[in-house]
């Protein structure tokens, strides 16, 4: 094995490669300072492009939780094409390509074990506040969430739990994706992008009917190549999806309406059977009204999302009804946010022959009210307490507590800590599955599973340096109960086995990323985490699969993004990500790199060549025996026109 | 691969910085500058009430950002607001705002525009750089949009602070929100040509005069 020395020499490689870069930029050395833009009118003002240093923790350095904001420049800067690899540039997830067509998202450990049936299902993720987080197997479904990266305000990363805001499931973190309103996506975009390994497609209208309503249509297409097997064979998963919406923002005195939605429909190979796909669409509408005092917000959605299997008829279709309103109270030192709804989940599963949901059909509610209140003692040191009661479809009643503290510091440092509690509930997979060999059942639903519970405390440190640094550090402890095991019928009998909750432990890990405004015209971001997960079988436990059932995750990340500009015409990006080893089933660590090399040949067209995965022709992010593939260097060029 | 990927990369980057350090620096400016530039350009658009007891000379007090500061301090001695020379001040409390003409707020300081709306209505007039700005309180909020920074107005939050904003102000924001206006009372607040309705031309034809929006 020279895999040391090999890896030694590309690290050398890469370092030169770095300096290089360094020395040849410094070359075109920093703006002079000093000009006058005051006698510019407003009109020239807005019109002047800015050099950003937008901070990423921009607007949340009070919160008293580990947030990493992904702005809209980092997404178009970064190559990424797909919203699942924007997430990448959160250092407080670990996203992991499975295939062509499937992503594991986690945050703090509990990538999942498909093949022990546990899925990556502590993390919440909403788009413009519907939640994509699937009720039927507790997992998101990456590839029914697309969106035109363009459209995207900012993605909100929070790690640890946010249940107490956003719900059970919000165990681990959440992602808060969120959209520009309409009237901030004005005028005509076309994005077209094309390599060896994808070819996209997006366009958007948006314009105005009056001066208080403001629309945009979009519509957006692609086609992704399959990736390999072990065997160095296709995996035969490329797919195709189509996908089109809108949004429209009408604001006048103190209210505000939002209507959106989105239809989508993909295609995907399968090995060695027909086609399976995806079909889908949602309309959400959201009202909104402020006073001095008050913010009140009402949202109602609807969801349908279907999903056809291959040969077998296997698929389900899954409504989803959701009403939630919530406001917020400005009264003296306090500030208090309450609100509740409800939700429908109503599906139909086919099942396949060896695996049944019984019943097949459901219509599940899950209701939940909260109220927090974030109380300012002084200006700089604040309390948030809180709770959501939620009412679960299989487990009834479950409180979710919360409390942090915010402390100012000083101009620069923000200190905070919380205590919080989170579940991770009870879904059909867990309550009404069961499995077959031939006709013998093999695994039994069990109708008193519990939810799985998270205890976290947390604490962290926001260090705003100046312009040119900021700092972000978080430590953490979470103590898990009620983990899902495997468990035989009886002393007696072994089969059917059935899921049962008797495995817990706790995990500890450090979070951290900065954001380093090098030269006026380089940033650097470097990102880190680590963790160690202590996980075991708790008393009368069978201990079938081992406690490697629970995760599979590494024990650090880390990753380094570089941004440069060179004038205002050409940029240059580049983001290097180390992953740890898997422990088992086994992977070793990696490194992969991701760049884009842009230039703007005029004030509305933008070229670059984006290039994904660049250090290896194909890599593993994923255990071939958990139904991983070979991940292949993807390459392409792509145009951007805004007129 | 590795290699050659790496010194194409050099190659091409070296290439990129030779020919951008040339070209480099009029045309790109620092956001501090720009939001610097703004804040010295609003105070030529607003109206404080006559017999509001403000601080003189005028006062522009900044939370939370050294850089627009700095940029600021550097522009007084040749700007003078309204005849009068101009200070800049730093803090950290509501209480030190005093009667200050004019607040910029930065980012990520959202408590401190809730204890400022909490406070009273003192007639100043706060920029905010917040998603939330508005609803906060702001009068003014900047939203940088394709790395251009632009603005949108609050016309309630201005009425509450008993401030008069231009007409010409607001024909340049992004967005215009609250106020008891009447339909055609302002401009439609988008740059998009199309989008200037009559009423703003005859605004903007006028000189800018200093009406307020309201009814």
Not at chain 1, 394 to 419: C, E, F, H, K
Not at chain 1, 525 to 540: D, I, M, V, Y
Request: aromatic share 10%; net charge negative.
């Amino acid at each position: 094995m020279n895999g040391r020395s090999r890896s030694g020499t590309r690290w050398l490689i890469i370092a030169t490669c770095a300096l290089s870069i360094w020395a040849a930029g410094t070359a075109g050395a920093d703006p002079a300072a000093g000009e006058d833009l005051t006698q510019l009118s407003l009109q020239d003002l807005a019109n002047i492009e800015v050099t950003s240093v937008s901070k990423a923790a921009e607007g949340l350095n009070r919160a008293a939780a580990s947030v990493y904001v992904i702005t809209q420049e980092q997404i178009m800067r970064s190559g990424a094409t797909s919203l699942m690899e924007a997430l990448r540039l959160a250092p407080n997830l670990l996203v992991t390509q499975v295939s062509a067509t499937d992503y594991v998202i986690s945050a703090r450990g509990f990538g999942g074990n498909p093949q022990s049936q546990n899925f990556s299902n502590k993390l919440l993720m909403l788009i413009d506040g519907r939640s994509v987080y699937t009720p039927l197997y507790s997992g998101i479904y990456s590839d029914a969430q697309d969106i035109l990266l363009e459209d995207i305000d900012r993605i909100e990363v929070i790690s640890g739990p946010g249940a107490t805001l956003w719900g059970a499931n919000a165990m681990n973190g959440v992602i808060n994706v969120i959209t520009r309103p309409s009237y901030l996506t004005q005028g005509s975009f076309v994005d077209a992008a094309a390599g060896s390994r994808e070819q996209d497609l997006g366009a958007r209208y948006g314009g105005r009917a009056t001066g208080d309503l403001s629309y945009r249509v979009y519509g957006l297409g692609f086609h992704r190549e399959a990736q390999w097997l072990a065997d160095g064979s296709s995996a035969q998963d490329g797919w195709s999806k189509g996908q089109g919406g809108f949004r429209s923002d009408w604001s006048a005195d103190e209210n505000s309406v939002t209507l959106q939605g989105d239809v989508y429909r993909a295609t995907e190979q399968q090995p060695m059977a027909v086609d399976g796909s995806i079909v889908g669409g949602n309309i959400l509408s959201r009202y909104e009204h402020h006073t001095e005092r008050t913010n009140l917000q009402i949202q109602a959605y609807f969801d349908q999302t279907q999903r056809f299997g291959p040969a077998d008829g296997t698929g389900f279709v899954l409504h989803t009804y959701d009403l939630h309103f919530q406001q917020s109270i400005e009264a003296g030192a306090n500030r208090i946010v309450w609100g509740g709804g409800e939700r429908l989940n109503s599906y139909a599963i086919s099942n396949a022959v060896e695996l049944l949901f019984e019943p097949p059909e459901r219509n599940l509610t899950l209701g939940d009210i909260f109220v927090q209140d974030t109380f300012s003692f002084t200006p700089a040191l604040s309390l948030t307490a809180g709770i959501k009661v939620e009412d679960d479809p299989y487990w009834g009643w479950t409180p979710l507590p919360d409390i942090r503290m915010s402390w100012q510091a000083n101009n620069r440092t923000v200190l905070w800590a919380a205590a919080s509690k989170a579940i991770r509930s009870p879904t059909p997979f867990d309550d009404d599955v069961i499995e077959k060999i031939g006709t013998e059942v093999f695994l039994a639903a069990n109708r008193s599973f519990r939810p799985e519970t998270v205890m976290a405390y947390e604490a962290g440190s926001r260090v705003d340096a100046g312009a040119k640094l900021s700092i972000s550090l978080t430590v953490f402890y979470n103590r898990y109960d009620d983990l899902r095991t495997i468990e035989p019928f009886s002393s007696t009998q072994f089969l059917p086995i059935y899921w049962g909750n008797l495995m817990q432990g706790d995990t500890y890990g450090v979070e951290g990323w900065a954001n380093w405004q090098v030269t006026e015209w380089w940033r650097l971001s470097p990102g880190f985490t680590a963790l160690h997960e202590n996980l075991r079988f708790k008393a009368g436990a069978s201990g079938i699969l081992g406690i490697a059932q629970a995760a599979d995750d590494p024990s650090s990340h880390a990753d380094l993004n570089s941004s440069m500009n060179f004038g205002r015409r050409v940029s240059f990006d580049a983001a290097v990500r180390y992953v740890g080893a898997l422990p088992d089933p086994a992977l070793p660590h990696y490194f992969e790199l991701n760049g884009r090399l842009a230039w703007r040949a005029t004030d509305s067209v933008d070229l670059s060549i984006n290039g994904l995965n660049l250090l290896h022709g194909r890599h593993y992010e994923f255990p071939s025996s958990q139904g991983g593939e070979a991940i292949g260097r993807n390459v392409m060029a792509e145009a951007r026109w805004k007129f | 691969m590795l290699k050659w990927l790496c010194g194409s990369v050099i190659g091409g980057v070296a290439l990129l910085g030779a020919v951008s350090g040339s070209v480099q620096a009029q045309e790109t400016h620092s956001v501090e500058t720009v939001k610097a530039a703004y804040l010295y350009r609003f105070a030529g658009y607003v109206e404080w009430p006559a017999d509001a007891a403000v601080e003189r000379p005028f006062a522009i007090v900044v939370v939370g950002d050294a850089g627009i500061a700095r940029e600021l301090r550097r522009l007084v001695p040749n700007h003078p607001v309204n005849n009068q020379m101009v200070q800049v001040r730093e803090v950290a409390t509501v209480a030190e705002v005093g009667n200050a003409s004019m607040l910029y707020v930065a980012a990520g300081h959202d408590t401190f525009l809730r204890a400022l709306a909490a406070s009273g209505s003192h007639p100043i007039l706060v920029v905010s750089d917040d998603a939330r700005g508005l609803d906060l309180g702001s009068e003014i909020n900047f939203v940088t949009v394709d790395k251009r920074v632009r603005f949108e107005v609050s016309l309630a939050a201005a009425e509450r602070a008993r401030l008069k904003i231009s007409a010409d102000l607001l024909s340049v924001a992004i967005r215009v929100q609250g106020g008891h206006r009447q339909s055609g009372d302002i401009c439609i607040p988008f740059a998009l040509p199309e989008d200037n309705n009559a009423a703003c031309d005859i605004r903007q034809a006028r000189g800018g005069a200093r009406t307020t929006p309201s009814a």
